[in-house]
């Protein structure tokens, strides 16, 4: 195809259609002129009819460019256009007819160039409301069209295209052969005319005003066709336009298309509500199922079930029952009903499943729509929906209706699948809440973990007579692994380490204490025991029944090379003596705190002040150390840890803990994880 | 994992202990002896033989119980356990608070 581009298809074809229509006019006012006057025009008739057969074909271009830029047309407004052509052609009509009306007998009104005239002008306005009203059918009648539709309109087009040359062989006389072509087409017209998809789309009111359009369009096409039939005078119209194969069949078409649509719609209005319902109910499902946004709550899904399922069943009242963690029943929505008669009504509803009772069948009732009949001065019947998750009831749904067995299977089939997903809705929508909560615990113990973390000191005390270094890990986000150092004076210090029972948040808890505790008795001055016995007091006050913590405490005389020892439950501090090249465990007996919470306690503390000498070393831990397993289920143990310094003695206490630590990991696995906190302190002396 | 049978066996409660006793599963040994101590039982032996292993959240809990025990003159021991286990308890010094001894014979006679 050759592109023309910058040339306005429809003015121009509005302007061609006024040429061709000019020059028809003007050609059969010669025409009339010459047998007036008895001149041979010499135009023949043949010339007439291939411009009204341009004229058709330009108002046909005109048209079907103007509808394709307008397709987001709706129907209402096409019918509408349709029935305003109509109605403007009919009032010019009768317009025409009023001027010859007044015009009585006089001259003017025999005048032939005007009749002429007019009936062109009636022609031409006949034309336009036919072919474009037949465009418009052909987008009404494609609409949700099939492949099949399709062709029916392509072959009607090619007809009725042929229609237009079937002048030329017919000559414009009535014969059988115009008979047959004119059966044929108002057939093909009548086929296409049972396609009225568009017709259940319309509202209830649009389809009344639908119907109003409907009836102007056959009122003018009736009018207009009679009007036609009327120009047979062969003295007054020379040339006949009308009596046209093509123009008397669009007329059937136009016809029987807007009769039809007209009924159809007429019949199809008490239906229209029901369809009008199907589609809220489309509506509704595409909201519940689109409900699952974060920013909507559970609440909201809730209520779009409700008003769905009442608009679905015509329920005359309805409440919604939710069940709460605490295992209460919370009325979460209600509609149209008090709390007095929804009261009265759960009573009904719960004899009545006496009734029914079949003690076995208890957990199936809960799971399935149940329809009962009710004995109440005002409702009749009520159906019982559980809303279920995983199987598991969240809640009960309960529509309500004034008449008896108010609830047939379409709308108990409707609901189980709104209620299906909304329940589904609501699901989501906990999962997400959980998560984000989760999302809210895991910030927390993060921070949990910022603030124990500054619990354990950055820097420890110590003096140039030793040096130490230290080390602590948790299982968990948090532990209960706890060291700290104090400094007396310029040659005593005070090391301790404790490990509180169990591991975790609690342990967590407990370990601040200790470190509370520790930080205000130690500044009194107190011996390992005394310091001992007054923390066994104190938490005794705070810890949990079942809670303990062990500790090992030193107290650190540089200036006399000693360091005085108590240990309260926690596993034996190990010690390499440099003399004997030798590392063991220092042998003190002692209890948890927190384990015998009376004086006896301190019957069980015991404190020994042992020497030191350059190049000794201590190694302070927790119990996670030794108890952490291989792949083989293996513990680390004490052998190991003491044969380890041995090896590892003669570097600086920082070297020592790390050896010490990364020797532990190994041992563990590179993947393998320790299930306890462990902790390391290691003081070696100068 | 742990696995805790009961058996009654003239005038004793006996609480076999089988696994390992940690912060998870703790509260098992927690229900078992609270139950007994519930029941009116007046003699409990702990039956360590196949315990593995025992956190400081399991030796809490027997921990927990020992005031219990001398105010209600219930007659609590133990016996079975093996070196490693028996170190915790001492470590601890739970042993200087608590019944124990190596096997059921001794448990019983002394």
Same mark, same amino acid.
């Given at each position: 195809m050759i592109k023309l581009p910058q040339i306005n298809f429809g003015k121009l074809s509005l302007l061609l259609a006024i040429l061709v229509w000019l020059s028809l006019l003007f050609v059969d006012l010669v025409r009339l002129f010459g047998i007036l006057n008895d001149? #041979?025009? &010499?135009?023949?008739i043949e010339f007439t009819w291939i411009l009204e057969i341009l004229f058709f074909l330009m108002v046909y271009v005109f048209y079907s460019n103007y509808i394709s830029q307008n397709s987001k047309n709706e129907f209402l407004n096409l019918i509408w256009r349709v029935a305003s052509t109509g109605l403007f052609a009919v009032v010019v009509s009768l317009l025409i007819f009023l001027f010859y009306g007044s015009l009585g007998e006089s001259r003017l009104a025999q005048e032939p160039f005007l009749r002429n005239l007019f009936y062109h002008i009636n022609f031409a306005l006949t034309s336009i409301f036919l072919i474009s009203s037949a465009l418009l059918w052909k987008h009404l009648i494609l609409y949700q069209k099939s492949k099949r539709v399709v062709k029916q309109w392509q072959a009607y087009e090619v007809a009725m295209l042929g229609a237009m040359f079937f002048i030329f062989f017919n000559q414009n006389t009535l014969d059988y052969s115009f008979l047959f072509g004119l059966v044929l087409l108002i057939g093909l017209g009548l086929v296409l005319s049972g396609? !009225?998809?568009?017709? +259940?789309?319309?509202?209830f009111k649009e389809k009344w005003k639908s119907l109003l359009f409907l009836f102007i369009i056959l009122i003018s096409c009736g009018f207009l066709f009679i009007q036609i039939q009327g120009y047979t005078n062969k003295t007054v119209?020379? @040339?006949? !336009?009308? #009596?046209?194969l093509f123009l008397i069949s669009l007329f059937g078409f136009i016809f029987s298309y807007a009769l039809f649509s007209f009924l159809v719609t007429l019949f199809n209005l008490p239906t229209s509500s029901v369809f009008e319902q199907k589609l809220t109910e489309a509506i509704s499902f595409q909201r519940l199922s689109q409900s699952?946004? +974060?920013?909507?709550?559970e609440d909201q899904v809730l209520d779009i079930l409700m008003d769905s399922c009442m608009s679905a069943s015509y329920a005359d009242a309805a409440w919604l029952e939710m069940a709460r963690e605490d295992l209460s029943i919370d009325f979460q929505l209600e509609r149209f009903i008090d709390a007095k008669t929804r009261g009265e009504l759960i009573a009904l509803i719960k004899e009545s499943k006496i009734s029914i &009772?079949? +003690?076995?069948?208890k957990l199936s009732k809960n799971v399935n729509i149940q329809e009962l009949r009710i004995d109440h001065p005002r409702f009749e019947s009520a159906l019982i929906i559980p809303l279920l998750i995983n199987k598991i009831p969240i809640g009960r749904m309960i529509l309500i209706k004034e @008449?008896?067995?108010?609830?047939n299977n379409e709308m108990i089939n409707i609901i189980s699948t709104f209620v299906s997903q909304a329940c589904i809705s609501v699901e989501n929508h906990r999962l997400l809440n959980q998560a984000i909560l989760n999302e809210r615990y895991q910030e927390e113990l993060k921070i949990a973990q910022r603030v124990q973390k500054a619990l354990l000191p950055t820097k420890l005390d110590h003096n140039d007579s030793f040096n130490i270094s230290a080390y602590s890990n948790a299982a #968990?986000? @948090?532990?209960?692994d706890y060291y700290d150092t104090f400094k007396l004076d310029e040659d005593r210090f005070v090391l301790i380490i404790g490990d509180v029972s169990g591991k975790g948040t609690s342990a967590a808890f407990h370990m601040a204490q200790m470190k509370g505790i520790f930080q205000s008795l130690i500044q009194l001055n107190l011996s390992p025991t005394d310091f001992l016995i007054k923390a066994n007091s104190a938490l005794s006050k705070c810890l949990g029944r079942n809670h303990f913590i062990t500790v090992s405490i030193f107290l650190i005389n540089t200036e006399r090379k000693t360091f005085c020892h108590a240990r309260a439950g926690h596993v034996p501090t190990l010690h390499f003596n440099s003399s004997a090249s030798k590392s063991e465990y220092l042998e003190i007996d002692g209890l948890g705190l &927190?384990? !015998?919470?009376?004086? !006896?306690?301190?019957?069980h503390v015991e404190e020994k002040t042992f020497n030191y000498q350059t190049g000794d070393t201590l190694v302070l831990y927790t119990d996670g150390v030794i108890e952490a397993k291989n792949h083989q289920g293996k513990q680390f143990g004490f052998e190991r840890l003491r044969s380890l310094l041995e090896i590892y003695n003669e570097h600086n206490s920082k070297e020592i803990q790390t050896n010490l630590i990364d020797s532990l990991h190994h041992f563990v696995g590179? #993947? &393998?994880?320790?299930d306890d906190d462990y902790s390391m302190m290691v003081v070696k002396f100068n | 994992m742990l696995n805790i049978k009961g058996l009654q066996e003239n005038g004793y409660h006996i609480l076999i202990l089988e696994g390992e006793v940690d912060a998870s599963n703790s509260v098992l040994l927690d229900e078992s002896i609270q139950k007994l101590i519930a029941d009116g039982s007046e003699a409990i032996l702990i039956d360590?033989?196949?315990?593995?292993y025992i956190s400081s959240a399991g030796l809490g809990v027997f921990m927990s119980y020992l005031e219990d025990f001398q105010e209600k003159n219930i007659d609590f021991r133990i016996f079975g356990l093996s070196e490693k286990v028996l170190e915790v308890f001492k470590i601890l010094g739970l042993h200087q608070l608590m019944a124990i001894f190596p096997d059921k014979q001794t448990a019983l006679s002394s």
């Open positions: 001149i #041979d025009s &010499g135009i023949a396609n !009225l998809k568009w017709i +259940p789309y319309l509202t119209y020379p @040339v006949n !336009l009308t #009596d046209n699952i946004k +974060p920013e909507e709550n &009772g079949k +003690p076995d069948e @008449v008896k067995d108010g609830f #968990d986000e @948090v532990g209960g &927190g384990i !015998l919470r009376n004086k !006896l306690y301190e019957n590179g #993947d &393998g994880k320790i | 360590g033989k196949r315990l593995e």
